[in-house]
């Protein structure tokens, strides 16, 4: 709890009051109070004082009127008030104890003013102030010091005020700016989310539901010739469906903004440990021969890129079973130290149309290519050495990720 002035709660409102007013109502009061002040010493004057004129309370009002455009006006301001003042001293009007309209402009100059205008007019009071108080008869050094103190003092209280003014626009501009980029990162990691959230149901989606077609279309076939290959066909159909909701449940749990009652757990996103599953359910589904080869020492990799290699082996098994009419597939893995090599290989037509999802316009390809980007890795796909279709992946373990992302 931040410590509080005693102090800063009866003056909060009123302070919070005066900066919604009106500025020339504010300045108004201060030509007023300014005025009042000055005609002090003419209304009750001191034995021995000269008694008050018209000239004299017509030069104190120049010394006051001309405040109640202080802001809109500073150094014109500034230039009446400087007449005024030594005129109502060299002429015993007679002139005021203290410069009450001279502090006033002074301190509103080095809040407000150009720098140029603010020296100008600090040395001409220095300078008057000295001139003014020599033509005084009996003048004490004293009255030196004070007066000019007292203009030095006014006109550091206005730059503290310009400084602090300065210094409060600087942190309101760098926290507009904070809140800017905040927005902004927000923004970015929504749609980064988002778009990882519609490529894994793409991916699990397209990979289901081919899977899903190829048996449906088997199953009419077999249905009456080999029954035990039809029924067979179905069970494939039903594992790929329960297979999918399973995934699907996983990836729209993030979607939640409030975090479920007590109960079971979401399971974690499939990742290269999950591969032999994929391999069997594909092959068995799709009637393919598909086959795992891995190489090298398997390693660590970062959560995300777990579940990337998984997605991209899954979306290019996809592509097999929907495009290449492939017999066989071999997905492998080669570990090495910087990294793993993903390669799904298979025997189908080749490259074929772009935008049938084998060639470089596909949606599938796209997504493979983005997963591999996102976890500082980079993805080639063409046509196999042997002919048919190849998918190439390499990513990387966490410190080569952290130096390929920056």
Known sequence: MSARSPLSSPLAPVLARLRTTSPYAVDTAVAALVLFAVSLQWLFP??????????????GAATAVPLVWRRAAPFATACAVSVATPAQAVHHA??????????????????????????????????????????????????YAFQLLSIGCAYAL???????????????????????????????????????????????LAHA????VVQAEAGPVV??????????????????????????????????????????????????????????RAGESAGLRVELRTTGEPRALPPDTEVAAYRIVQEALTNTVKHAYASCSVVGLDWAEDGVTLTVTDDGRGPADPGDGTGGGGHGLIGIRERAAACG?????????????????????????RTALG
């Open 46 to 59: 001191d034995e021995g004082d000269d008694p008050l004129s018209w000239r004299g309370w017509l030069l």
């Open 94 to 143: 007679p002139p005021p104890d203290l410069m009450y309209g001279g502090f006033v402009v002074l301190y509103t100059l080095a809040a407000l003013a150009r720098p140029w205008q603010r020296r100008v007019m600090l040395a001409g009071w220095l300078i008057g102030v000295a001139a003014t108080i020599s033509h005084k008869e009996d003048a004490e050094p004293f009255e």
């Open 158 to 204: 206005g730059s503290l005020t310009r400084t602090q003014r300065a210094y409060t626009a600087e942190l309101e501009d760098r926290a507009r700016r904070l809140e800017r980029e905040r927005a902004a990162d927000t923004a970015r990691a929504t749609a980064q989310e988002r778009a990882r959230i519609a490529r894994d149901m793409h991916d699990i």
């Open 209 to 212: 539901v081919s899977l899903m």
């Open 223 to 280: 249905v009456r010739s080999d029954p035990a290959r039809a029924e067979a066909a179905f069970d494939a159909i039903a594992t790929a469906g329960r297979d999918a909701m399973t995934q699907l449940r996983r990836i729209l749990g993030v979607l939640k903004e409030e975090e479920r009652e007590p109960g079971p757990r979401r399971l974690p996103q499939p990742g290269l440990a999950a591969l032999p599953g994929l391999v069997r």
């Open 377 to 401: 890795g980079e993805a080639v796909t063409g046509g196999g050495p042997d002919g048919g279709f190849r998918v190439v992946v390499r990513l990387p373990v966490a410190a080569v990720r």
